[in-house]
């Protein structure tokens, strides 16, 4: 049984710093690719980044140069370092594994950018 469990959101100030963190179960996970995701309230599920089964990235241009996807395949763990946070930033941050036949999501984080 495949599960994504995600941590690590809470509140912080704007120009501050948070890291997510994936655990993942249920999958040979070094094969695996992963992508994360948030979403605002009222607002569109927003696709944020990708890490390939063999580290290989691609970021979506708002947060591109602020956060970083990465992966620790000993601790079956996948991250978000997120730098330079902005109010707008604010949502639940979603981890999420896709097979042919199924998407796999965490129950999410919630972020919250606020002086």
């Known amino acids: 049984q495949v599960q994504l469990v995600e941590s690590g959101g809470g509140l912080v100030r704007p120009g501050g710093s948070l890291r997510l963190s994936c655990a993942a179960s249920?999958?040979?996970?070094?094969?695996?690719?992963f992508n994360w995701y948030r979403q605002a309230p009222g607002s569109q599920r927003e696709w944020l980044a990708t890490?390939?089964?063999?580290?290989?990235?691609n970021y979506a241009d708002s947060v591109k140069g602020r956060f970083t996807i990465s992966r620790d395949n000993a601790k079956n763990t996948v991250y978000l370092q997120m730098n330079n946070l902005k109010p707008e930033d604010t949502a639940v941050y979603s981890c999420?594994?896709?097979?042919?036949?199924?998407?796999?999501w965490g129950q999410g984080t919630q972020v919250t950018v606020s002086s």
């Open positions: 890490i390939g089964s063999g580290g290989w990235t």
């Open positions: 249920g999958i040979i996970f070094s094969r695996a690719g």
């Open positions: 999420q594994y896709s097979t042919i036949a199924k998407d796999y």
